[in-house]
């Protein structure tokens, strides 16, 4: 009684709530199961209509323009502003992608240029496929991700879910709520939730690293679409069952490998998130004292709008660049070079010691999934065998980590995770997942 006359708790339950319902709750929309933020976003998508390429032409090159003009002449007002100016003022690498996303964009959005890049299964899928719904959960995420982190609530549930996550993924327990958003929703959710609270130092290094590439999950309706692919919707009840365990026994195994085990537990802020429980309290009663402490702090109206249109603009100006750039390249190598089918004859042997029927087939959509997660199901189409067709899908969900939007998001993100190391985690989660998936499917067929 005495905690529902305090002020400070509403400041904590109302705004959680409201995130909690757009967030996490589930819902059914045409059929499917979902979360409101995925759904509003989708309804965005629908008002743009034909404008969607449009708006990503004018985001991706002003992203490039304004780089390159405060490159040769600072401009006052972003110099003087922190954020703008770590926006804008980028060096080396991250400059040539922006300029490669302007080049990119022209030609796609002109239609100039060869088929490779033109293509709709190369950048005319990532342009018209994949980005214009990525503008919409970006809008939303950005603007109403603080409803999450800056009134309790994953102070909340982080001292309710530390006494699991902790021993059995070594993570803090509010990196459980990034796993529900990207399951319920979109991994793209989950990444840009694990993304921003890394920046304000609730992560270390280690632990934010690990959370997006292990708890960006795949959500519940493109696991329907991968499985659809191969014409087995049937089966999907056992299919999804098998993509949870294989997901369960990667997110224990994968961590405790390079590169992910050599990651440093130092923060991006050094101020480390205290997550033990003090003695003689509950985990309850110690998550409603951070929450109404977090509470207490919580932004004005103004403060909230500000910082959410702050982190809108990271995302337009900073990631989609990135998405573009590199999720174009992966499916040009994808589609008109033999460079992932000549890696992926290593799988063969692999594929064969399991037993799994058309093993030299399905060699060739094991690298591909690093390109983008639908690929694998689009190739696996054309298998003669069920059972290939189901080890080959529910392998590329629990791949996770795919250039055209899950990796390349990570990449553009402040998350401290290489290439070279996001293509080495992708490897030893196939070969974690591909035997607990090979088994399973021996048990169904």
């Not at 929309?29 to 209509?49: C, F, K």
């Not at 804008?88 to 240029?113: A, P, S, Y």
């Not at 589609?335 to 000549?342: D, Q």
Request: glycine content about 8%; hydrophobic content about 55%; some cysteine.
């Amino acid at each position: 009684m005495k905690l529902l006359k305090n002020r400070t708790f509403y400041k904590f339950l109302i705004p959680s709530l409201i995130g909690m319902t757009l967030f996490v709750i589930p819902i059914r929309s045409g059929g499917n199961l979902t979360i409101p933020i995925a759904v509003i976003a989708n309804r965005l998508l629908d008002l743009m209509g034909t404008h969607s390429t449009l708006v990503i032409y004018v985001l991706v090159s002003l992203s490039a323009l304004i780089s390159i003009v405060h490159k040769i002449h600072k401009i006052p007002f972003i110099r003087d502003h922190e954020k703008l100016n770590n926006l804008f003022d980028i060096k080396g690498i991250w400059f040539l992608i922006r300029i490669l996303g302007l080049i990119l964009v022209n030609m796609l959005f002109w239609g100039i240029g060869p088929e490779m890049v033109l293509s709709e299964d190369t950048g005319g899928l990532v342009i018209h496929g994949l980005m214009p719904i990525l503008v919409c959960v970006f809008l939303l995420a950005g603007m109403l991700l603080s409803l999450l982190l800056n009134f309790g609530l994953l102070d909340f549930f982080g001292a309710l879910l530390i006494k699991f996550m902790r021993p059995v993924f070594n993570l803090p327990g509010r990196s459980a709520l990034d796993c529900i958003a990207s399951w319920l929703g979109d991994g793209s959710v989950g990444v840009l939730l694990t993304a921003k609270q890394y920046e304000e130092g609730f992560y270390s290094k280690r632990e934010a690293t690990v959370i997006a590439t292990t708890f960006s999950a795949v959500s519940i309706t493109f696991c329907l679409v991968v499985i659809s692919e191969v014409n087995l919707e049937h089966m999907f009840i056992p299919f999804y069952l098998t993509v949870g365990l294989a997901g369960i026994v990667a997110a224990i195994v994968v961590p405790k490998l390079p590169p992910l085990s050599r990651v440093p537990d130092s923060y991006c802020v050094q101020k480390p998130y205290p997550e033990d429980i003090p003695e003689g309290s509950t985990a309850f009663q110690y998550g409603i004292q951070l929450a109404l402490n977090k509470a207490e702090q919580a932004p004005t109206v103004g403060a909230f709008l500000k910082e959410g249109f702050g982190t809108v603009c990271e995302m337009w100006f900073g990631t989609l660049p990135v998405i573009l750039s590199l999720g174009t390249l992966a499916l040009i190598v994808a589609e008109y070079t033999p460079v992932f089918k000549i890696l992926g004859l290593v799988f063969i042997p692999f594929y064969k010691l399991l037993q799994i029927p058309e093993a030299a087939a399905a060699s060739q959509t094991v690298i591909v999934g690093f390109a983008d997660m639908f690929l694998p199901s689009v190739i696996a189409s054309s298998f003669e065998s069920d059972m290939t067709k189901f080890v080959v899908a529910a392998t590329s969900v629990t791949q996770l980590i795919y250039m055209s939007e899950i990796g390349s998001i990570i990449m553009g993100s402040k998350i401290p995770v290489s290439l070279k190391n996001l293509f080495l985690i992708f490897l030893e989660r196939t070969i974690v997942t591909l035997p607990v998936i090979a088994l399973i499917a021996h048990l169904i067929f």
